[in-house]
Structure formats: structure tokens, C-alpha cells
């Protein structure tokens, strides 16, 4: 499904976000990526999004050569992501509903199919009944749920989720990695930056780990 191939990112002011990075990715897999703040995660999933181009190595993603891919194709590659940022950035003044909508709106869905996907999302992550409401009236766990209600709209074949969890309790947390765990079930691959060690630690899921820039283990986490 993924594959880095010795990918190094140096941003304009010097700073070597990744250095020789290497790893697979199968399909249908939910990994974890952590490591210190600074670390290369972010860089790691902008570059997957293509938010960001490596200058070094290769990405690929189902075989498609992610350095080959120019600008103006980037938004239909991006139709098949979703991304979750810690931040969901929802809009203020439309609703959880069109908040969620947005993306299909984007591609040009007929309005009867618009609202069938995002009922259907948003009952996936157990809001269906604030639909009409405005994200100042939720909850921080409730406006994580709309984004990530948001990202998996259009059933994307690619998860990407960078700090998910770090504005919520734990309580909340383990929940919205539940939700990554139902998505990853019904097919999709999901790879979640975390810095909390502990929670991802008791997840059942391989974890790559980064330091300053590195790969330096891929293995799986110690399970009681």
C-alpha cells in the first residue's frame, strides 16, 4: 500500500526534517508513528499527503509514484486521503452537517448522495443528532469527531490522523482510537502520529518510531 524508500525532507531554512527513511505499509494495516516533538511524524504524513514533496528517495502509494504526481493532479490524489489533524479547523458558521459535507460538495455529488454519506459518517462516530448544531456549541471531543466524521466521507482507502488525541482526556482518546480501530475493520489504512506512548501502547498495532529524522524501530509494542 505505502512504501518510503531512503526519504529525506530538508525544509528551505536547513533543518533536516527526515533523514534515509525506509518502511511498507500493507494494505488494510493500522500502524502508529511516534517519537519525540521534532521528530519528522508531521513531515512524515504531509509528505503522504502531499502537502509537502521529499527532495530525496521515493514514495509510493498502490504502486503510483507519489514524486511523479505534479500539482494539479494533487486535489483528485487527495479525494482518496483522509486527514486528521489535532485541529480539526472546522468552518464556524455552517454547521456539523455541511462541515461534513464539504468535501463531497467539492466533487460535485448530487445533493441526495451528499446526504445519504455524511448521515452515514456521522452516525459512524455517534453524532447523527447534532447534525444542525454549530461546532462553538460542542464538545472538544465532539468537534474531533466531526473532523475525522469529515476525512472518512468520501470512504478513502488512506487514513492519515497527526496528533489526533492531544487535545483530549484520556477517556476521550481511547475512544477516538476505537474509532480508527472500526474504520481500519472495515478495510481502510490508517496511520496515527501519536506522542502518547502509553495509549499506543495498548493497541494492538505495529509502531514505527522516529528520532530526529530517523527510523529507528518498526517493530510492535510489548502487550501484557
Known amino acids: 500500500m505505502i512504501s518510503f524508500q531512503n ?11 527526515l533523514n534515509q527513511v525506509s518502511f511498507e505499509l500493507d494494505e488494510s494495516e493500522m500502524v502508529f508513528l511516534t517519537g519525540h516533538s521534532g521528530a519528522g511524524k508531521s513531515t512524515l504524513l504531509k509528505l503522504l499527503a502531499m502537502i509537502e514533496r521529499c527532495h530525496q528517495g521515493k514514495i509510493y502509494l498502490k504502486g503510483k509514484d507519489l514524486t511523479r504526481v505534479n500539482n494539479r493532479q494533487i486535489p483528485f490524489y487527495r479525494r482518496h486521503i483522509g ?3 489535532q485541529d480539526p479547523h472546522l468552518l464556524s458558521d455552517r454547521n456539523v452537517f455541511d462541515n461534513v459535507a464539504l468535501p463531497l460538495v467539492i466533487a460535485g455529488l448530487r445533493h441526495q448522495e451528499v446526504a445519504r454519506r ?10 447523527l443528532n447534532k447534525e444542525r448544531s454549530y461546532p462553538q456549541a460542542l464538545s472538544s471531543g465532539e468537534k474531533q469527531r466531526v473532523g475525522i466524521a469529515r476525512a472518512v466521507v468520501n470512504k478513502p482507502a488512506l487514513i492519515l490522523a497527526d496528533e489526533p488525541t492531544g487535545n483530549l482526556d484520556p477517556e476521550l482518546s481511547e475512544e477516538i482510537m476505537q474509532l480508527f480501530e472500526q474504520f481500519n475493520s472495515l478495510g481502510a489504512t490508517v496511520l496515527v502520529a501519536s506522542h502518547d506512548l502509553a495509549l499506543v501502547g495498548r493497541m494492538k498495532h505495529r509502531i ?6 530517523r527510523l529507528v524501530s518498526a517493530g510492535v509494542a510489548a502487550h501484557e
Do not use: E, M, P, W
Not at 526519504?7 to 526534517?17: L, M, T
Open 208 to 213: 514505527l518510531t522516529l528520532h530526529q529524522g
Open 118 to 127: 455524511v448521515r452515514a459518517s456521522l452516525d459512524k462516530v455517534g453524532l
Open 83 to 85: 486527514i486528521i489533524f
Open 7 to 17: 526519504v529525506s525532507k530538508r525544509y528551505n531554512n536547513g533543518h533536516q526534517a
